[in-house]
């Protein structure tokens, strides 16, 4: 039943692109377990005052029932008119969590109380969304296998004010999320090339000067984690080296002497992910791609798609 009705709304609604408006068109509102058992008890009062004509039970159990109306109609307009301005997906490394940002603007003069935003097990909820305000939600996702993974439908709802109906939306994001390989491996990093054209001799990469600290970022290595810094109580930080502008470092698939296709892919994520923390420049070459050599969050991030990219059908990388 869940499989078909999640397969109607898709049909009904289609690919969503933001920014999204939630109309009436696209809410849905049932009844709580405490709404349920609410009615329930309105009409066993009804009928009780029915059954020994007392007026007074029969007046509280109409009043009752306005009340519930009410409620019904205030947990509806509670979601009428929000706006869901974009989603940011993070990329992140195969087995960790990724992180989505759903921004969500209240464009009504009315504050707007007890939202909620679940995909999959992971609930994001905003306590209280003023008037003209933008929040962002944070979810989390478990990511499964590299390459690009399909976003699970992501649902928008709210049970204020009395917890006795709960209004929904759902949103179908065309979007995706890029999963990287995991950042391992046991070979040492490769012997770097001098890019200088005075033909300075080749040095062991790694032997670089300490340059300072930065904050941690996924795949960094723990060996490079500044932890008596960390002691201290201030954020994870990382040591970052210099000395990288007179070394190229160059990472080749074929040449990396990793028996398996992933194992490879792992061991070029590890030094890809370690060079880029000590502020080295690298290249990467693949047998249909060849990426030149760089340095900064930009080029880590091309050389890392390139890797969890690998090897993927057109078709699921697009997915």
């Not at 005075?198 to 970022?217: C, P, T, Y």
Request: proline residues 5%; charged residues 20%.
């Amino acid at each position: 039943m869940a499989e078909r009705a999640a397969a109607w709304s898709r049909r009904r609604q289609g690919a969503d692109h933001f920014p999204i408006e939630i109309t009436r068109r696209r809410l849905y509102i049932l009844p709580t377990r405490a709404g349920l058992g609410f009615s329930a008890l309105l009409l066993v009062m009804g009928i009780a005052g029915l059954n020994y004509a007392n007026s007074l039970a029969l007046l509280v159990a109409f009043v009752l029932g306005g009340f519930v109306l009410v409620a019904m109609n205030l947990c509806h307009r509670n979601l009428q008119g929000l706006r869901v301005e974009g989603l940011v997906v993070h990329p992140t490394f195969e087995g960790d969590i990724a992180r989505l940002e759903l921004a969500l603007t209240n464009d009504l003069r009315d504050t707007r109380l007890g939202i909620d935003a679940v995909a999959e097990s992971a609930t994001s909820s905003i306590a209280e969304l003023t008037a003209g305000a933008t929040q962002r939600c944070e979810l989390t996702l478990q990511a499964r296998r590299r390459g690009r993974q399909t976003l699970p439908r992501i649902r928008i709802s709210t049970t204020f004010p009395f917890g006795l109906f709960r209004a929904w939306t759902w949103l179908h994001a065309d979007e995706t999320l890029l999963v990287y390989p995991v950042p391992r491996g046991p070979l040492p990093m490769p012997v770097g090339t001098s890019d200088r054209s005075d033909g300075a001799s080749k040095r062991q990469a790694g032997n670089d000067e300490w340059a300072g600290l930065r904050s941690f970022r996924d795949g960094d290595s723990p060996r490079q984690v500044a932890w008596k810094v960390y002691a201290r109580g201030l954020p994870l930080l990382v040591k970052e080296y210099t000395g990288g502008s007179s070394q190229v470092l160059h990472f080749d698939f074929t040449a990396t002497p990793v028996s398996s296709t992933e194992g490879r892919l792992q061991q070029l994520t590890r030094w890809i992910v370690d060079a880029e923390a000590r502020g080295q420049r690298y290249a990467l070459t693949l047998p249909a791609l060849h990426v030149a050599e760089a340095r900064g969050a930009l080029h880590r991030h091309r050389c890392l798609e390139a890797l969890a990219l690998y090897g993927v059908p057109r078709e699921s990388a697009h997915a």
